[in-house]
């Protein structure tokens, strides 16, 4: 019976700390030689996000990419497209991967 119970507080405890991870936008339109961005809106947990991007080109730049997130409050970050002249025309994907340093949890939102 000691094993259910403490593995049943596990499971709590884990739910107590998720994060919630959210874009502003489902695109992000960046002319060439302009900037533009996107917000990730991150809220209700209790850890140390650490975020990257996979399929980032150059010209994106994630800040910040390491925060506290505290129970109540709302981190937003942003993602800023600055595409240069030499850049081709194109849609191009980013996924930005948030992970909590503490609980593990792992997130990703595709833009």
């Known amino acids: 019976m000691k094993i259910i119970i403490f593995a049943a ?14 874009l502003d936008r489902d695109t992000l339109i960046a002319p060439i030689d ?26 994106m730049l994630l800040t910040p990419t390491q925060f506290a997130l505290k ?13 240069k002249s030499d850049t081709s025309q194109g849609l191009y994907r980013v996924r930005i991967v948030a992970e909590g340093s503490n609980t593990k949890e792992k997130k990703t939102a595709d833009l």
Do not use: C, Q, R
């Open 9 to 22: 507080f596990l499971l709590v405890a884990n739910i107590a700390f998720a994060f919630d991870m959210k």
């Open 34 to 59: 302009t900037t533009n961005k996107a917000d990730i809106i991150f809220s209700n947990g209790d850890d140390t996000i650490l975020l990257s991007m996979v399929g980032e080109k150059p010209w």
């Open 71 to 83: 129970p109540g409050e709302s981190v937003i970050v942003s993602l800023f497209a600055s595409p």
